[in-house]
């Protein structure tokens, strides 16, 4: 069993930085990527950004410049820098990890609000 916990949201000013932290636990388990998506009220989950094995990054063209995803894999952790956030930023941030013979695993959300 695999599990992902999520921390570091909050209430942030426009303009403001938040970093987003995420620990997969668990035993005896591979990591292919890691990644992270937000939902925002009354619109669909969608990918913000994404870290596989080694350094390879894909982003959401929104945040491309502002956002910055890492990953220390000795920790099985996965951090989401944000700057310059913006009110359209707002939304629950759910990381997600696929897991060599296990598959996709979620965790349940951390808020991000931007607002002044």
């Known amino acids: 069993q695999v599990q992902l916990v999520e921390s570091g949201g909050g209430l942030v000013q426009p303009g403001g930085s938040l970093r987003l932290s995420c620990v997969a636990s668990?035993?005896?388990?591979?990591?292919?990527?890691m990644g992270w998506y937000r939902q925002a009220p009354a619109k669909e989950r969608e990918l913000v950004a994404r870290?596989?094995?080694?350094?390879?990054?894909v982003y959401a063209d929104s945040v491309k410049g502002r956002f910055t995803i890492s990953r220390d894999e000795a920790k099985n952790t996965v951090y989401l820098q944000m700057n310059s956030l913006k009110p359209d930023d707002t939304a629950v941030y759910y990381c997600?990890?696929?897991?060599?013979?296990?598959?996709?695993?979620w965790g349940k959300g951390t808020l991000v609000t931007v607002s002044s």
């Open positions: 870290i596989i094995s080694g350094d390879t990054t």
């Open positions: 668990g035993s005896s388990f591979r990591i292919m990527s």
């Open positions: 997600k990890a696929v897991i060599v013979l296990l598959g996709e695993r």
